[in-house]
């Protein structure tokens, strides 16, 4: 440690510490506009100068080293003109923007100008023009000529988002930020960019000119799009979300969040909100009163419990649903005596399956790792804020391996097993015979018997290596049709090295949907067409559900469905019989369980719109009307403190109840499908948000991706038509190059228009030119 004096207070950092670094322990504000705590030094902006005691000149506190003893001054007259200076040369080529400026009252420019601009400019000369780049549908570059080169979007990333889209060219009073020739900033974390920009050369599209920030009305929120948890600030402004912006947690997601947590509000005000009970009548949908449709709904279950018995009724619910409405819809399945409730809704092989599958440890340990095994994962567009831990991990010295198909860029130096879904359980078994050998270790029965190859052994070499390790099962090993055989070999591995053996959960509220029981039989048996009556809470059987096909076909077989749904689609309107108009998580008080365990409760940041309600009071006054016990909730704690309970968290479990391995359920050989869930179509929110329909990452879940091996054979060239066919199915699609995609495989994404097309997520498919 070392000691120095600033300001006449002593304070103590560690070696190596800047000067900013011991201000901001005292609680010093140094004012700066290039620094930034989670960002490199660049040392750029200048605006940080502060006088050290026998230095000939002001030095810059984020780029000075504290030396023992050192005596800095951050107000003193001499640091106070230097910044004054600074504060000058900034603002000779700014526009004079502020009374039309989107940055306008939460401007560091603006606001330190107050304190250290002057009242005139001695500049005469005309101000530069840094023309406007159309950089894609998030973020707007109309104004750059604020740009003050502070690079805080150029070093983000670099060094957070994994990838360098923006840079500067040019030199002197011609410096300008922009990105590579004729490209967009496409990153899934770009707008953080928009929040680091201390000035308004970076503004966001969807929001610009929509408000003036003191116009709105913020409540702290949690984002239910990925199992993290993200948390938020919403801006509302009559009535209506106007803005989402980072909330810092240093324990969740530090101080940024994702493009689909930033963006997905606009699907909030979707033309597609329902705001009335509707109830199809002759084949025509008619609206009604709350009254009437709730008692419709309770008279069609009881009469179908009473024809049809209680087991031919069941509920699918998305995990974006709060922990009350899980609770509450498990409550009502299971007062009528059927166990048929799921939110488990793309994992097809639940033998085995964990009880209340979680991460398995803090999302803060994540950055502390030394050795990871990801298995089945797309793991930067599942979980991009929990990718870019793991990204700066990286840099630190986490070695990170992983089996999949390949085909995505983790942006992350990894070690890979790129093979066809059908082979990831033959290469976790290389893997887990390696290590089986050097701990001599018997196998789990079962696993099937391979050679090692070099890769394998050079994973499970790395984890055997590793002090703090973990094994992670991603996405994509969740709803493989061989989910439980991979479980028992992740479980394996990790109990051999003495890694963490944890679930990358999908969906926001996952983790709280297993606690409160909110699963029972599986998805493939609530849609084996037995059920005569089906509420779907959430859903669109399309899009959130692993084989439209097969989901139309049982709903279509059932005497009612009752759809709890804050939008309308084509499909629901087509199997639906009612749909009651439920709020979504901005409209309601909910509690969200995150990866980690963690229960976040939010307060509505709006009121219901129209005459929708919260789906926890729905499904209490509709326990009411079905006759059950326990329904008499005044309060959403009341429903909260009785699902979760006190001591939850003694409830998460990652443990496999099958210690063998079954090699059932094998994916036919020939050309493969795998299916991500696209980053923006993962529930009904995202998939209404324009801005974020509009980007490459929207555009490529309606593409096909190939290798390069396929491209070659097929004489196909970026953006050619192909037809693919799967089952009795077929769509014609474009093609894109995926140059790393396993051999054999043709990732085709689910819960897209494209995706709804064609069959379940795994299986053979052909593909051929159109």
């Known amino acids: ?159 957070i988002a994994g990838v360098m889209e923006l840079g500067m060219i040019n030199r002197g009073e011609h410096s300008e930020i922009t990105t590579f020739v004729g490209q967009t900033v496409d990153s899934e974390l770009s707008g953080n960019m928009i929040d680091l920009c ?16 003191w116009e709105l009305g913020r409540k702290r929120s949690v984002s239910p799009h990925d199992s993290l948890g993200s948390n938020t600030t919403v801006q509302t402004k009559n009535n209506k979300v106007m803005r989402v912006v980072a909330l810092e947690n240093e324990a969740i997601n530090e101080c940024w969040i994702s493009d689909r947590d930033r963006f997905s509000y606009e699907g909030l005000n979707s033309a597609d909100r329902v705001t009335t009970p509707m109830v199809k009548q002759g084949g025509q949908w008619l609206e009604t009163d709350w009254q009437s449709a709730l008692d419709y709904v309770a008279s069609s279950l009881q009469k179908i419990a009473a024809e049809s018995g209680v087991q031919s009724i069941g509920a699918l619910a998305h995990p974006i649903s709060s922990v009350e409405e899980l609770h509450l819809l498990q409550k009502i399945v299971r007062g009528l005596g059927s166990n048929n409730v799921e939110t488990r809704l793309r994992q097809t092989n639940i033998n085995g399956a964990a009880s209340a599958p979680w991460l398995g440890m803090p999302v803060a340990k994540l950055s502390d790792l030394d050795r990871a095994l990801v298995i089945g994962s797309f793991l930067r567009k599942d979980q991009p804020i929990l990718a870019a831990r793991l990204r700066s991990a990286s840099k630190r010295g986490l070695q990170i391996s992983r089996i999949d198909a390949g085909g995505d860029d983790w942006l992350i130096p990894t070690l890979g097993l790129a093979a066809a879904p059908s082979a990831w359980l033959s290469a976790l078994s290389e893997i887990a015979a390696a290590i089986a050998k050097a701990k001599s270790a018997s196998l789990p029965a079962g696993t099937p018997n391979v050679t090692v190859s070099v890769t394998a052994q050079k994973i499970a070499d790395s984890l ?94 059932a005497n009612t469905v009752i759809a709890l749904s804050a939008y309308q689609s084509a499909d629901l309107l087509e199997v639906a019989d009612v749909i009651l108009p439920i709020t979504p998580f901005t409209e309601t008080v909910g509690t969200f369980v995150n990866a980690e365990g963690r229960a976040q409760t939010i307060q509505p940041s709006v009121k219901p719109l129209g005459d929708s309600r919260p789906a926890w009071k729905v499904l209490r006054v509709l326990g009411g009307l079905l006759g059950l016990e326990g329904f008499l909730y005044n309060l959403p704690e009341e429903v909260l403190g009785e699902g979760l309970g006190d001591n939850y968290c003694t409830r998460l479990n990652n443990v496999s109840s099958i210690a063998s391995v079954s090699n059932s359920n094998a994916i036919a050989a020939g050309l493969e499908r795998i299916a991500d869930v696209n980053i923006y179509a993962v529930d009904q929110i995202v998939r209404r948000s324009p801005a974020l329909q509009l980007t490459r990452d929207a555009k490529r879940g309606n593409q096909v991706g190939l290798g390069q091996k396929l491209f070659n054979e097929m004489n196909l060239k970026e953006g050619d038509s192909v037809l693919v066919t799967q089952g009795d199915r077929s769509v014609t699609l474009p093609v894109t190059l995926e140059a790393n995609l396993a051999p054999g495989v043709a990732r085709i994404s689910a819960g897209t228009s494209a995706g709804v097309k064609l069959g379940s997520m795994f299986g053979p498919v052909t593909v051929s030119k159109a």
């Not at 005596?71 to 600074?86: I, N």
């Not at 849609?527 to 089906?534: I, K, M, Q």
């Open 1 to 159: 440690m070392v000691e120095i004096e600033l300001d006449g207070k002593t304070v103590e950092v560690p070696q190596g510490s800047m000067v900013m670094h011991a201000a901001n322990k005292l609680g010093t504000y140094v004012p700066h506009f290039c620094y930034h705590k989670k960002l490199s030094i660049a040392a750029n902006c200048r605006m940080c100068l502060v006088e050290v005691e026998k230095a000939p000149k002001p030095l810059p506190a984020c780029a000075t080293p504290v030396t023992q003893g050192m005596k800095v001054y951050t107000h003193s007259a001499k640091a106070v003109e230097a910044q004054r200076s600074v504060m000058e040369f900034l603002l000779i080529n700014h526009p004079l923007d502020c009374p039309i400026c989107d940055q306008g009252g939460e401007c560091q420019l603006q606001d330190l100008a107050v304190g250290y601009g002057k009242s005139n400019s001695r500049y005469e000369e005309e101000k530069r023009v840094v023309f406007h780049k159309n950089v894609g549908p998030l973020i707007s570059m109309q104004e750059m000529s604020r740009c003050i080169h502070c690079t805080r979007c150029v070093r983000f990333g670099q060094e």
């Open 464 to 557: 055997l290596s590793g002090a703090n390790s973990a094994v992670l099962i991603g996405s994509a090993a969740i709803s493989h049709p061989q989910a439980s055989d991979l479980h028992v070999l992740a479980q394996f591995i990790a109990q051999q090295t003495g890694a963490t053996l944890g679930f990358l959960p999908v969906g926001g509220n996952a983790v709280g949907a297993s606690l409160v029981s909110a699963n029972g039989p599986g998805v493939n048996s609530l849609l084996s067409g037995d059920l005569r009556a089906v509420l779907l809470m959430n859903i669109e059987p399309d899009s959130d559900l692993p084989n439209s096909q097969q989901a139309r076909e049982a709903l279509a077989k």
């Open 198 to 213: 201390p000035v308004g050369a970076l503004t966001s599209k969807p929001f610009r000119y929509e408000a003036r920030t």
